[in-house]
Structure formats: structure tokens, C-alpha cells
């Protein structure tokens, strides 16, 4: 099963960027690369996903290394509504597979005013 | 568009009690899923629905838990008897397609306390 790694916790500035890590070094070639964040108290809300090239949405960036082992999602300007716990996930993109989607603990990010 | 509704949203039993939830997903989306969310940790894949037909429950306690989505629509997932250790937000997300490149979005979550 798909596993990832992320740091427990960070914390950042308001308006300074936040560079989130993941490893997944047992990614296989067809996996897509999910982040989710979950506030206090909701359910996860999607950021973003990518497969090989890095990705840009209004919300953030996902920077993906060449080998596709490790991630960074990549928040432009934290804001004091961007406090939340951070998930990388692994998503296999043919849908015939089944195998298990593994969440792990998340990043839980801090903003300082 | 309107976003995946559950109900109820708090819930409280003793255990050996029994208790279901009700998730109904985004308008069109064929695929639905139900996690268990334990304080401090990540959600969990209890069962996954492909319209009607359950993709994967592997990791549902079938000796105690149940789900259906019979119309291929709405579901509920039903807990007999509970116990302490149950006590968790229930999540529920759906998504337009089962595979990668399909993002999931999610219900605000039921929680359930058992004493």
C-alpha cells in the first residue's frame, strides 16, 4: 500500500510562503499525487494534484521532484485561514485499482500573525 | 452546486447501542466513500462504493458495521452494537470518477461519542 511521510508540524508568518514536504518513495509510475487540508471541525477540502509536471491552482502549487519520490505543496502567502492539517496522499489513477489509499498523520500548519 | 450533505452531525450512545448515518453525495457522482476519522489521526477507508456495487471494504468491521447504497445515490453506514473504541467522526466523500486524477470532496462529518 501507498504510503507517505510528512513533518508533524510547522508554523509560518502571515503573507511569507510555506513549502510543505512529502516523501512517498514507494510511489509507483500510474499514482497521482493528492493534497488535502482539514480545518478544525470540517471535512478534508482538496488543494491540489499532479503526476509528473508541477501544477498551479488558485490555491497553492505542487512542486514534484523528478524522481517523484517527494512533494511540495507550496502555499504563496499564508493567510490565518490557511491553519490547518496538511495531507499528502497517493491516488492510483487507473480505476480498476484498489489499493488502499493510506492517510497518514498530516502536517499540522500554525500561522502567526 | 451543493456539497456532499451528512447527517446527523453529533451523536451520542452508550455502547452495545446501535446508531446509523445518512451521507448523500454531490449530484452525479458515482463514487462514494465512508472514513473513520479517530482525534489526532488521519481518515481511515472504511468502504468505497462504485454506484451501488462496494469497490473495496476491506477495511470495514464487518462483524459490527454495515453500508448500502442501494439506488446509487445516498448511503448510510450503520454501526450494531458499538463500542467505545467507534468513537470517531464518520466521514463521507463522493467523486466524479473512481480513478487518480478524480479529487474527492467531502461532507462536514457526523461524530459519534460512545459512553
Known amino acids: 500500500d501507498a504510503k507517505t511521510t510528512q513533518p508533524n508540524s510547522m508554523e509560518s508568518n502571515e503573507e511569507e510562503p510555506v513549502h510543505l514536504p512529502c516523501n512517498h518513495s514507494?510511489?509507483?509510475?500510474?499514482?497521482?499525487i493528492h493534497w488535502y487540508r482539514q480545518l478544525p471541525s470540517q471535512g478534508p477540502e482538496y488543494v491540489i494534484h499532479?503526476?509528473?509536471?508541477?501544477v498551479n491552482n488558485r490555491m497553492a502549487s505542487l512542486a514534484i521532484a523528478e524522481d517523484r519520490k517527494s512533494s511540495t505543496l507550496i502555499l504563496h502567502r499564508a493567510t490565518l485561514r490557511d491553519a490547518a492539517v496538511y495531507y499528502c496522499?497517493?491516488?492510483?489513477?487507473?480505476?480498476?485499482?484498489?489499493?488502499?489509499?493510506?492517510w497518514g498523520l498530516g502536517t499540522s500548519l500554525a500561522v502567526n500573525p | 452546486e451543493a456539497g456532499v450533505a451528512q447527517s446527523p452531525r453529533y451523536k451520542i450512545i452508550e455502547k452495545r447501542q446501535s446508531v446509523a448515518f445518512w451521507c448523500n453525495p454531490i449530484?452525479?457522482?458515482?463514487?462514494l466513500y465512508w472514513y473513520q476519522q479517530i482525534l489526532g489521526q488521519g481518515p481511515k477507508l472504511l468502504i468505497q462504493?462504485?454506484?451501488?456495487?462496494?469497490?473495496?471494504d476491506s477495511q470495514l468491521p464487518k462483524d459490527r458495521f454495515s453500508a448500502e447504497r442501494l439506488k446509487g445515490v445516498d448511503s448510510t453506514l450503520k454501526i450494531q452494537p458499538a463500542k467505545l473504541e467507534d468513537s470517531a467522526v464518520y466521514l463521507c466523500?463522493?467523486?466524479?470518477?473512481?480513478?487518480?486524477?478524480?479529487?474527492?470532496?467531502f461532507g462536514e462529518g457526523s461524530r459519534l461519542t460512545v459512553l
Open positions: 466523500a463522493s467523486s466524479l470518477v473512481m480513478g487518480g486524477t478524480g479529487e474527492l470532496f
Open positions: 449530484s452525479g457522482h458515482a463514487t
Open positions: 462504493f462504485q454506484n451501488n456495487g462496494v469497490v473495496d
Open positions: 514507494t510511489i509507483s509510475g500510474t499514482d497521482y
Open positions: 499532479g503526476l509528473t509536471s508541477n
Open positions: 496522499i497517493l491516488r492510483a489513477s487507473n480505476a480498476g485499482n484498489n489499493r488502499k489509499l493510506i
